[in-house]
Nanobody, 121 residues
Framework: QVQLVESGGDLVQAGGSLRLSCAAS????????MAWYRQAPGKQRELVAS???????DYADSVKGRFTISRDNAKNTVYLQMHSLKPEDTAVYYC???????????????WGQGTQVTVSS
């Protein structure tokens, strides 16, 4: 099995910063893409940012210039540094990883349980 555990969510004032972390563990051979998604109340889950194993990144237009995704392949960990936070960034943030598992010997998507980010105005 593969587990993803997020941390770093909090209540912060508009304009503030937060850093989210997500550590993957378990029967992992390799991790391809790692990503952060978010889901606000009453809205669909949306992609925030993604990063490939070699470090290529992609961002939603709404967070470009404010958020930075990074990863540590040795630790199977992905980070999301968030600056200039806005109330509209309020959501549950989910970690996602495309993992080659020792259990199945194929790539599958895995999700964390989510971490709440609340930005007050």
């Amino acid at each position: 099995q593969v587990q993803l555990v997020e941390s770093g969510g909090d209540l912060v004032q508009a304009g503030g910063s937060l850093r989210l972390s997500c550590a993957a563990s378990g029967s992992i051979i390799s991790i391809n893409v790692m990503a952060w998604y978010r889901q606000a109340p009453g809205k669909q889950r949306e992609l925030v940012a993604s990063i490939t194993r070699d470090g290529s990144t992609d961002y939603a237009d709404s967070v470009k210039g404010r958020f930075t995704i990074s990863r540590d392949n040795a630790k199977n960990t992905v980070y999301l540094q968030m600056h200039s936070l806005k109330p509209e960034d309020t959501a549950v943030y989910y970690c996602n990883a495309y993992v080659l598992s020792r259990t199945t010997w194929r790539y599958s998507d895995y999700w964390g349980q989510g971490t709440q980010v609340t930005v007050s105005s």
